[in-house]
């Protein structure tokens, strides 16, 4: 009967010595910062980027385009133009197109994103869709890059990874000249022309578009 007591004693000790510890040391408790932002999930490149008319002023653009898990193998469901993965913040927002980060290429059938979960379809667009490799994307185009980055990645190099020249800052444009690999030769201005980076090691995007509200 003893020997019960002292076990049941105890198990009420353990959890009581808890609460004190956690009301000793509240400060080792961390706690939601009032007003704090949580950072946005930057996507996986994949391969390049689809777009997709949402206008259905033509037969073409107002036919289904189904998903499947392999090309032409075990249908899924249509694809819901109307809520695509929530990329405005790097794409922006478009009356006409939404885009789709393909992760994949087999033949005429291209491996999608085509959620906020991350989840990936197979889909045959033909006439209903343009396909873009990265580098054809990005050449031309004004970029930014995207806020909450490493400060690394806001250094512009005189060669990739070779000399640190400037830096950019969330808000500055700058315009790409040519795609190597992880890298793009930008100019920020008439005297800054250089290097960045515009995916990560993980392979998750850096960049975005420059008009895109901030």
């Not at 045959?124 to 994307?137: E, I, L, S, V, Y």
């Not at 444009?173 to 990560?200: H, I, K, S, T, Y």
Request: hydrophobic fraction near 45%; charge should be positive; avoid cysteine.
């Amino acid at each position: 009967m003893r020997q019960f007591q002292g076990q049941s004693a105890g198990i009420i000790v353990v959890p009581v010595m808890l609460m004190l510890l956690i009301l000793i040391f509240p400060s080792n408790i961390p706690a939601a910062q009032p007003g704090s932002a949580v950072p946005k999930m930057r996507p996986y490149v994949g391969i390049g980027i689809l777009h997709i008319p949402i206008s259905f002023g033509t037969e073409i653009s107002s036919d289904p385009l189904y998903l499947y898990e392999e090309p032409a193998l075990s249908r899924l469901r249509p694809l819901n133009k109307s809520k695509p993965p929530s990329h405005e913040w790097i794409f922006g927002s478009s009356s006409q197109t939404v885009p789709f980060i393909v992760m994949a290429r087999k033949g005429k059938w291209l491996l999608v994103t085509y959620d906020d979960a991350g989840r990936e379809a197979w889909l045959a667009p033909g006439r209903q869709g343009t396909f873009q490799k990265w580098d054809a994307f990005f050449k031309g185009q004004s970029l930014r890059m995207l806020p909450g980055l490493q400060k690394r990645f806001y250094q512009i190099w005189k060669e990739p990874g070779a000399e640190v020249m400037s830096s950019v800052t969330p808000r500055q444009a700058f315009r790409v000249l040519r795609v190597e690999g992880d890298w793009l030769m930008v100019m920020a201005d008439q005297n800054n022309l250089g290097w960045l980076r515009w995916r990560d090691d993980d392979g998750r995007l850096l960049v975005g578009l420059e008009q895109v509200s901030r």
